[in-house]
């Protein structure tokens, strides 16, 4: 059904494409991106040889035309940096790279209310940047920005989707996010265990992905405690349409799809994505069995939002869906989830600010086996059937306003989460028992503001808090109610001044346990991890300070960071043996990280970029009173040296060809630091070229070399992504 609608779609966009209304005379061009899709909007300035000057925006195909006597033409468009063309001819075609992270404008790091500058560490991952690179996931993509990581390294194509908790800056120690992710203001961590799921939101769809790095409780609350993760969707501001299908090693297809329409103030948009895939092996081939099989996947994602502009005035309603069905690597073992949300989100001007409120709920069913392993694994034996049904809801607004030259912003949050874990359990000779029911309900309630100061034209300051209010109320009545309040504190001053910035922050935050850390257990190969009702929260205090630098082609920055994360929430190991590994989730005392990040992004030549980041981490547990045992480790998860690099060649009349390049240290994969998860580099590559106006091509190869690295031990050696080859064609139609 998925390809039908896609094949539909693709070849009405290609009539469109050829009937467009003729062009008057002049010198013609066509402005596209990196990845050769057209950018519509772009502002174009040519200036004759006598200094004369005039100006005009490219059509929604990304045309534009120029004066004959033109010398120079320049383009320009938010969010990518300015192109010069001295070489002026009919049928110019000019490239626009995304803007370097020195001229980046985030919103995420002010909660999306106004475009004001911050002096957060952030990177920007744009949809022409997406559409460059070769990874074939989101995740994957990601991964390539400073100091992104899972708590395993797995693609999210083969791996649990409970593993899929994001750590940034060290603070690790279980699978659970200390890293904040949003789609459009709302959650994509699971509400239950804070996982997540990074295909509910089409790729077609996504316009940018932000990443704020640092603490950000004092606006985002107890989830943002490494940072936080924001994917941002196109705005249905233009009747559009954009699409990708693909298909390739490993039997996978994908096809995604985005549409948007906008009339006399009313808009509406929706997207549609769905992926099967046979999947890879996880398991190393030393240790794979007659039992073992791929890790297959199949899911479908989308949304529609319809909505109105109003004057100052404007109100979104969006439904969204998300199905996928997992094999986990054995018969046996499996995974499936259905989740439904709505949002409703509204704004405008009231008492001289700006305020926004948005409502949203969802509900979600989620279904897991376990089982255990034969040593020579020729065989299994289920063990454990879970069904976990969530049910959450989250309200906030904010008001932000100018107050002379001070910058206010005021809001309060609510989010509820209503859990059951129903379990079935079997015996080494088959024997059900149960069901077994956990979980419970738990409310957070806040309230926020931060206040940005000009103290001088170059310099800024920033100053908020939040205060949480916590309660979590165990279905069992023989467990204990947990309650705390909590305040998030964080000050930061930026600098700027010509080439140079500098920025600074203090910040605390805290992170309560989350459903599944109190009342789920879980099983991977053969170690089992319990619960523990009794978890008290974990606080993190920090600090960070950075420069940097930009030149007329190369901008640097270099930032330093430490925090300490005070009763971190770690998978410690109880128990040994040679057939079980037990552990339980418990408040360590102190996971110390602090670390270095180095970023530089160069424009060599018209044709030529080079980027690349490198982290050094040192994050250890510190002052284990309380867990003797894992005193002096490093945190499993969190390798020492991590880092990335890419290339991108674009010659607008050939081929655009970009490739990455990630590796890591070594880091473990448990508490005692015994086993070892090596490091390993991958590089991928993409050659793509336009096909004809709207339409892309592309080759993608991930893991080129077809490198062998560790993802896990459990104890049994896991294995990441092999060698695949991915064919597709990309269209943007404006």
Avoid at 433 to 456: D, I
Avoid at 563 to 587: C, F, H, K, Y
Wanted: hydrophobic share 40%; net charge neutral.
């Amino acid at each position: 059904m998925a390809r039908t609608v896609l094949h539909c779609v693709l070849s009405a966009a290609l009539l469109l494409s050829f009937a467009r209304p003729a062009i008057a005379q002049g010198l013609s061009g066509t402005v596209v991106d990196v990845s050769g899709l057209a950018v519509p909007g772009a502002e174009v300035t040519s200036r004759t040889s006598d200094g004369r000057a005039a100006t005009s925006t490219t059509a929604l195909d990304g045309s534009f035309r120029v004066d004959d006597g033109a010398a120079a033409v320049r383009v320009a468009a938010p969010g990518f940096a300015p192109a010069e063309v001295t070489d002026v001819a009919d049928g110019m075609r000019v490239v626009l790279r995304p803007a370097s992270f020195a001229d980046s404008v985030v919103v995420t790091a002010t909660r999306g209310a106004e475009r004001l500058p911050s002096a957060a560490s952030a990177t920007v991952v744009t949809a022409a940047e997406l559409n460059n690179s070769a990874a074939g996931a989101l995740d994957d993509i990601l991964r390539s920005t400073p100091g992104f990581s899972l708590f395993r390294r797995s693609s999210s194509r083969v791996a649990n989707p409970t593993t899929q908790g994001v750590t940034l800056r060290g603070v690790s120690g279980s699978g659970a996010s200390r890293t904040l992710v949003l789609s459009d203001g709302v959650p994509l961590n699971d509400p239950f265990g804070s996982w997540v799921y990074w295909n509910r939101v089409p790729q077609a769809a996504v316009d940018r992905v932000e990443v704020v790095r640092g603490a950000t409780g004092d606006l985002y609350g107890a989830d943002a405690l490494g940072g936080v993760v924001q994917v941002l969707t196109f705005s249905p501001d233009r009747t559009r349409a954009r699409a990708t299908l693909e298909g390739g090693s490993l039997d996978t297809f994908r096809g995604s799809l985005f549409g948007g329409y906008q009339h006399q103030g009313w808009a509406a948009s929706g997207a549609f994505e769905a992926t099967t895939t046979d999947g890879a092996y996880t398991v190393a081939p030393e240790a794979r069995g007659s039992i073992d099989t791929r890790a297959d996947s199949d899911y479908q994602s989308g949304f529609v939002t319809v909505g109105r502009q109003a004057g100052v005035w404007n109100a979104w309603l969006k439904g969204a869906l998300y199905s996928e069905e997992r094999g986990n690597g054995t018969p046996a073992q499996v995974n499936d989830t259905d989740w439904r949300q709505i949002s409703f989100t509204t704004g405008g001007t009231v008492a001289g600010g700006v305020f926004q409120a948005q409502v949203a709920g969802s509900t979600q069913d989620y279904y897991q086996t376990f089982s255990a392993v034969a040593a020579d694994r020729a065989t299994e034996r289920l063990t454990t059937e879970q069904t976990t049904d969530t049910d959450f809801m989250t309200l906030g607004g904010q008001w932000t306003r100018p107050l002379g030259r001070v910058t206010l912003i005021a809001g309060g949050e609510f989010q509820r989460t209503e859990s059951t874990v129903s379990e079935l359990r079997y015996s080494v000779t088959n024997v059900q028992t149960g069901p077994f029911f956990a979980g419970g309900t738990e409310r957070t309630a806040a309230l926020f503001s931060r206040a940005s100061v000009p103290v001088s034209d170059a310099i800024t300051v920033d100053v908020g808090g939040r205060v949480d209010w916590w309660k979590s109320e165990p279905t069992d009545a023989a467990l204990p109610d947990k309650a705390v309040t909590f305040f998030s504190p964080r000050a930061s001053v930026a600098w700027r001044s010509g080439e140079y910035s500098l920025q600074g922050a203090v910040y605390r935050a805290n992170r309560p346990p989350t459903l599944n850390e109190l009342h789920r257990g879980f099983r991977v190969g053969n170690v089992l991890t319990n619960p523990n009702p009794l978890l008290d929260p974990e606080t993190l205090t920090g600090v960070e300070g950075g420069v940097l630098r930009s030149w007329s082609k190369l901008s640097a920055r270099a930032t330093a960071f430490y925090n300490v994360l005070d009763g971190a929430i770690s998978n410690i190991t109880l128990l040994t043996t040679p057939t079980q590994i037990t552990r339980e989730r418990r408040n360590s005392d102190e996971i110390r990280a602090g670390g270095l990040e180095l970023e530089a992004d160069a424009r060599l030549t018209p044709t030529l970029s080079v980027n690349g980041q490198l982290v050094l981490t040192s994050s250890h547990f510190r002052g284990s009173v309380a867990t003797p045992a894992i005193e002096g480790n490093q945190v499993p998860q969190v390798p020492a040296v991590q880092g990335a690099m890419g290339v991108t060649w674009t010659e607008p009349r050939l081929a655009t060809v970009a490739a990455q390049m990630r590796f890591s240290g070594q880091q473990y994969d448990d508490d005692l630091n015994q086993f070892t998860l090596g490091g390993y580099g991958v590089v991928d590559v993409q050659v793509s070229r336009a096909v004809t106006r709207g339409f892309v091509g592309f080759v993608a190869v991930e893991n080129l070399f077809d490198r062998d690295y560790d993802t896990g031990r459990t104890p049994i050696r896991l294995v990441g992504w092999p060698r695949t080859v991915r064919i597709g064609l990309r269209m943007a139609i404006h």
